[in-house]
Every structure is written in structure tokens, then in C-alpha cells.
């Protein structure tokens, strides 16, 4: 199985990506979610990320609260689109489960450190702050990683947040600098994938229709994280941006793109968080990035009801 960390927001789409990971054990095993401040504060991702385990029956799971805030600017949230919890839609009760004791950073940095090089991937679904504090206060660690698949960025899509940058590189772009240039292998879902992954009315009642409490809280939680893009995008259907990322794990096929150069504007305050992906090749910089552009949708949905149903 693939051993990976996932670093993230919740955020129903996050909530998704950890309910997918956590039903797919003979594929995926979770060595531990470490939260980060992206479209809610710290406190509420860590909450929200240990709702969702125990939504997915699984309380040992382990959370650690990682980074309370950007590397170099005030956080910026998301409560637009995800509400004032970050997980509006369905009512999940407190979790019993405890949040670890250590720091999230601290989790990446031994976890890495300890597990053999090149076996351990970091699945980063929010602001890039708790894997670049990591890289930057123990520099060896980025040559140990396996992979880093991520969600962030846009090409042909632009941006969500600003018109030139989406979300998760937007909130801490040097973060996002530092990661693009670890050198760890990357695999990335920006907007021009995870926008084609949308939960249509009828996707939302195949989920509905599994009965499961996981099941009806995802479609819950779509009803609600629709309302966004309906309005903004006229999506039909909200977009399952981090389930991508572990979409991926579990079927590459299901994806397609190009291992081309992503370099991140941190300086212009216009563009400031825009992911320069140089898909046709026009420089020579060095390929640092599988960025994906395309997905089989109806495949991914496949999957996801698939699994989810196990749960
Ligand atoms: C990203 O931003 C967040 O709102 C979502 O959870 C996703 O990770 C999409 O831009
Ligand atoms: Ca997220």
C-alpha cells in the first residue's frame, strides 16, 4: 500500500479526499493527517479533520494541528465557500477522539526521518505552510520523500481566489516556492483538473443513495459547497478539487498531463500566488512537476461511490 501523510484544510472537498483514503486500506495507508490554517482557522481544520475520521470509523487515525498561519502574511480564508465551520452541510457530532500531542511539522519531519527514504508520500490538500516549514527546518528530508501530490494552482483556469491564483498557492506562496523547488518528485491537480471533477445532481444522488451516514454526509456536504461555483463558475455541481490528489493514487489512468517547469510569482502584488506552468515548453527551465490537466470523470465518480460504500 501507498504509506502517505495528508496535509490539509477541512474543507468538504478535503473531507472527501481523507473519506476516499480512509476507505481504500488495502491501497492506502494513512500514517497521519496533520492540519493546517487554510479555509478556516487551525483550530476548526484540526476539528474538522477528526470529525471526518470518525465519520469513516476510524478514531486512531492520528491529527496533529500543524501551522497556525502563512509563513510571511495574515491567512487568508475561505468561509465563502465552505462556510463558517469549514464543513457546513451535514450536522457531525464532536469527535471523542484526541488531537496528538506534537506539532504537525514535527509529525513530517520524523515520519520522514524515520521510515525507510523514498516509501513515505505527503498528500497536501490545503496551503503548502506545514511541508515547507518542514523542508525548511530539516533540509534533508525532501531527498527522503517518495512523491508529493498536491492540490493546487491553474493554468488555462486561472484562478479562485484572484484572477491570476487559486486558493491553497494563493495563502502562502512562499510556502508553495519552497515546495516547487525541494526537487521532491511532484504530481499536481490544479483547477484545470479538479474543475472537471464535478458532483452533477445525479453523482450527488448516487451518493445519497448509499444510505451509509458517509454517504449521505457527502452528498450533504456538496449540496452545500455547490453554491460557489453554481453561482460563480455556472458549474453544474460543486468540484471535488482533493479528491483528485488521492483519486490519483489509487488509479493514475483516470489522469492524464505533462511533466513540465511550475515556477510561483511571489513578488508582483497583481499575480501574486499565480502558478507560471510552462505547458508548451516555450523555456528551458527544468521539468519540476507532473501537472495534470484532464481527468475521466465518470471513472473517478465510479471509484469514489465505490469505495465510499465500504465505509
Ligand atoms: C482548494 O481550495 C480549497 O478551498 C479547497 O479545499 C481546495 O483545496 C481549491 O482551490
Ligand atoms: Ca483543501
Not at 12 to 17: L, M, N, P, S
Not at 25 to 43: K, M, R, Y
Amino acid at each position: 500500500a501507498e504509506r502517505i501523510i495528508i496535509d490539509t484544510d477541512p474543507g468538504q472537498d478535503d473531507a472527501v479526499a481523507i473519506l476516499l483514503a480512509l476507505a481504500s486500506p488495502d491501497d492506502i495507508d494513512v500514517l497521519g493527517i496533520t492540519a493546517v490554517a487554510g479555509n478556516v482557522p487551525l483550530e476548526l481544520t484540526a476539528l474538522n479533520a477528526r470529525k471526518i475520521c470518525e465519520l469513516a470509523g476510524r478514531p486512531d487515525v492520528r491529527v496533529f494541528a500543524g501551522c497556525d498561519r502563512p509563513l510571511r502574511q495574515p491567512l487568508v480564508t475561505a468561509e465563502h465557500v465552505h462556510g463558517k465551520t469549514g464543513l457546513d452541510g451535514p450536522t457531525l457530532p464532536d469527535p471523542t477522539m484526541p488531537l496528538q500531542a506534537g506539532h504537525g511539522v514535527d509529525f513530517i519531519i520524523d515520519t520522514l526521518r524515520t521510515e525507510p527514504a523514498g516509501t513515505v508520500t505527503l498528500c497536501p490538500l490545503g496551503p503548502l505552510t506545514n511541508i515547507a516549514t518542514a523542508f525548511e527546518r530539516a533540509p534533508d528530508i525532501a531527498a527522503r520523500v517518495k512523491r508529493i501530490v498536491l492540490m493546487g494552482g491553474a493554468y488555462f483556469e486561472v484562478g479562485n481566489i484572484t484572477p491570476a491564483a487559486e486558493f491553497n498557492i494563493y495563502v502562502d506562496p512562499e510556502a508553495a516556492r519552497i515546495v516547487f523547488a525541494s526537487r521532491a518528485p511532484l504530481v499536481v491537480m490544479p483547477l484545470d483538473v479538479t474543475h472537471k471533477a464535478l458532483v452533477t445532481r445525479p453523482r450527488n444522488a448516487a451518493f445519497r443513495a448509499l444510505g451509509t451516514p458517509a454517504g449521505i454526509a457527502v452528498a450533504q456536504m456538496t449540496d452545500f459547497f455547490e453554491r460557489f461555483d453554481r453561482e460563480k463558475y455556472g458549474s453544474d455541481g460543486a468540484p471535488l478539487h482533493d479528491p483528485c490528489v488521492i483519486a490519483w493514487l489509487l488509479n493514475p489512468a483516470l489522469f492524464s498531463g505533462r511533466e513540465i517547469n511550475v515556477e510561483i510569482e511571489t513578488a508582483s502584488p497583481l499575480t501574486r500566488g499565480m502558478t507560471v506552468a510552462d505547458w508548451w515548453g516555450v523555456t528551458d527551465r527544468p521539468r519540476n512537476a507532473l501537472f495534470i490537466g484532464d481527468l475521466d470523470a465518470d471513472g473517478f465518480f465510479t471509484l469514489l461511490a465505490e469505495r465510499l460504500a465500504r465505509l
